[in-house]
């Protein structure tokens, strides 16, 4: 709008521009003073020239269009790009066609495409002259169709001179690509039906770092011994699930990760891994190895192995020749009889060694066969037949799981080599009260974590840890409970004495009064006819389920205000057996199990417009 002002204001100034309402208001004023004596025009006639300059349409001088401003025919919004039909393109450089069900290649896919993602459809085929036109292409995601080796044209891929990224796994390709481009970087043909590669598949490809080629049905016969030529950068190599017999040769010399597992491999020849001198994961695990099929050298030559897994083969012996670097060696499930320190002495730096389910028996670790390994960390042997805990292990050992063999002896002097042990496994053994000596712990007293279940154990072990966090004594024959051997167990948080023969009355007075900041208690499948009293005050969970309770009287919870979950499942609960004030004071309840008793059971909760607790019953 414009206001349009004549002469002067009082004083003879000229008054600023006003606003006139929420509209934005021109206003022109006229000043006399303004004009040059000489000038020739009047006030009426300057007013008609700047109105026609201010009117819609007026012409401007040449050079003085504003190019931002949209012309006559023409749009202020971008034209929109060309995307296949249903499909997305959030980039000019990218097109999603994820999961449309589609059974034809789309073929109006714009030639500036970079990144196109094709996964979770029912393409059949490849058609060349569409992707012939995506000469720009640097990622194919093509993952989870139905293509067959029919459906690719052995030149599909020629035109794609830029592409980087091919994933095609979970199709029914029953060959490998002939040709695939020299600029790739990582191939996933994973989860087809492949029994054959082809040299140029993967090789003269100079920028390749990682291959997928598991859960495929390549034996050796299918995949040439130049297949990996020109392509020396290759990191990561998956032949996993397979059908090779022997270690494939000439593999790249710059591998770092080497996955073989589930095969039907008996044999590395000779120096089929003399070359890999970066490979730092090995994976032969659920093969057929025999000693036989390794010799001295064959992981000699590995000076950056780190992790080597060998389990559920058929090895009787430590392999020979295992690399100074290794840290990680995986040889449970195997045939494996006594471990030989000689076999171990050049794996200095192992940290975890893993034994289980081997046949080692009451000589299969001997004195000492593991002290040169100074840096050990864990070791499992757990499944095997050991008599007693072995001797002379190394002194910075802070994990032994020595569960299900037949130790029946804990002399006190058993585990004095290991002062810095933090978890302790013995389950499953054949232990009882008698044989375990008063002062067999005394030396843990880093223990953290003990485990003791599934032995004969009649009472608690005396001399335990201070220390302890976790204890398990499930699956014994405790009947009596006395407050001395738990005395000094004030960091204890989890105690299990399920499926022993504890009754209430055997439970001694001041039983749980050491344990201060105990949260987890499982009485399950003992003798009990009620609630145990003066329960610990940092109680949170507690496992009361298959005992003989018939009655939870008024004040069974007042010691465990905390309480959040309460078990009491097949029990002898009737109906009303739960006295209505025995969860007053329980704020923090969260779930109350009383299934499986004879009858439903009413349970009345604290403040129960507050929150949603669980209540399960029948």
């Keep these: 709008m414009v206001r349009w002002g004549g002469g002067g204001s009082e004083g003879g100034a000229c008054q600023p521009p006003t606003p006139l309402g929420d509209a934005a208001v021109t206003t022109v004023t006229l000043c006399p003073t303004w004009q040059h004596p000489d000038s020739a025009l009047n006030s009426q006639q300057l007013s008609l020239l700047l109105l026609l300059l201010l009117l819609p349409g007026a012409p401007t001088a040449p050079g003085m269009e504003d190019a931002a401003f949209p012309h006559l025919g023409e749009s202020s ?10 499909c997305s393109c959030p980039r000019a450089d990218t097109v999603d066609c994820d999961g449309l069900d589609l059974r034809v290649f789309p073929n109006n896919i714009t030639r500036a495409a970079q990144h196109l993602s094709l996964q979770n459809n029912q393409l059949q085929e490849l058609p060349y002259n569409e992707l012939s036109r995506l000469s720009g292409l640097r990622t194919l995601n093509l993952h989870n169709n139905l293509i ?48 054959e590669i082809f040299p140029l598949t993967f090789g003269k490809k100079p920028a ?39 270690l494939p040769p000439s593999l790249p010399p710059s591998l770092e990760r080497l996955h073989l597992q589930n095969n039907l491999i008996s044999k590395v020849p000779r120096g089929a891994l003399s070359r890999q001198t970066h490979l730092r994961e090995l994976y032969l695990q659920h093969n057929q190895l025999t000693d036989n099929g390794l010799d001295a050298t064959t992981f000699s030559k590995l000076h950056c192995l780190e992790y080597l897994d060998l389990s559920h083969n058929q090895l009787a012996t430590v392999p020979a020749g295992l690399p100074r670097t290794l840290a990680v060696l995986h040889l449970g499930r195997n045939s494996i009889r006594q471990v030989e320190a000689d076999r171990l002495r050049g794996a200095r730096k192992l940290r975890y060694l893993l034994l289980q389910h081997n046949q080692l028996g009451a000589a299969g670790l001997p004195a000492g066969a593991l002290r040169p390994l100074r840096g050990l960390h864990t070791l499992h042997v757990y499944g095997n037949g050991l008599e007693r805990v072995p001797q002379a292990l190394p002194r910075r050992l802070r994990s032994l799981v020595l569960l299900h063999n037949r130790v029946a002896t804990l002399g006190a002097r058993d585990l004095t080599s290991t002062p810095g042990l933090a978890e302790l496994n013995l389950a ?46 499930q699956h014994n024959q405790l009947r009596a409970l006395e407050p001395e051997p738990l005395a000094g167990l004030d960091q204890l948080r989890e105690l299990s004495l399920a499926h022993n023969r504890l009754r209430v009355g055997d439970i001694g007075l001041g039983t749980w009064h050491e344990l201060q900041a105990l949260q987890v208690l499982d ?57 209505p004030e025995a969860f007053l004071g329980l704020l923090h309840l969260h779930v109350v199990d009383t299934m499986g008793n004879p009858e439903q059971v009413l349970v009345q909760l604290p403040s129960a417009a507050l929150r949603r607790p669980q209540v399960w019953g029948p």
Excluded: W
């Excluded at 919004?77 to 249903?86: N, S, V």
């Excluded at 859960?215 to 090779?244: H, M």
């Design 77 to 86: 919004q971008a034209l929109p790009r060309a995307c296949p039909q249903r």
């Design 523 to 579: 009485l399950s499948h003992n003798e009990l006819s009620f609630v145990p009293p003066d329960l610990p005050e940092a109680l949170q969970e507690l496992h009361l389920q298959s005992n003989h309770i018939r009655h939870v009287g008024p004040d069974a919870f007042l010691s465990t205000p905390g309480l959040r979950a309460l078990f009491l499942r097949a029990n002898r609960l009737h109906m009303t057996s739960i006295a």
């Design 148 to 195: 067959s080796s029919e459906g690719l044209p052995d030149e599909a891929f020629e035109s794609l001179t830029q592409l980087q990224h091919i994933y095609m796994a979970h199709n029914k390709l029953s060959m490998a690509p002939q040709l695939l481009p020299s600029s790739l970087r990582v191939a996933d043909l994973a989860a087809n039906q492949v029994t």
């Design 428 to 473: 499953y053994n054949r232990l009882t009260s008698a044989s375990v000596h008063r002062q067999a712990f005394r030396s843990l007293r880093a223990l953290r974590s003990l485990d003791l279940a599934g032995n004969q154990l009649t009472r608690l072990p005396t001399g335990l840890p201070t220390g302890l966090l976790t204890l398990r004594l």
């Design 208 to 246: 390749l770092r990682s291959v997928y080629l598991h859960n495929n049905q390549l034996s050796n016969a299918g995949l040439p011994p130049d297949a990996f030529y020109g392509s020396e950068a290759v990191t990561t190599l998956s032949l996993s699930n397979n059908q090779l017999s022997y």
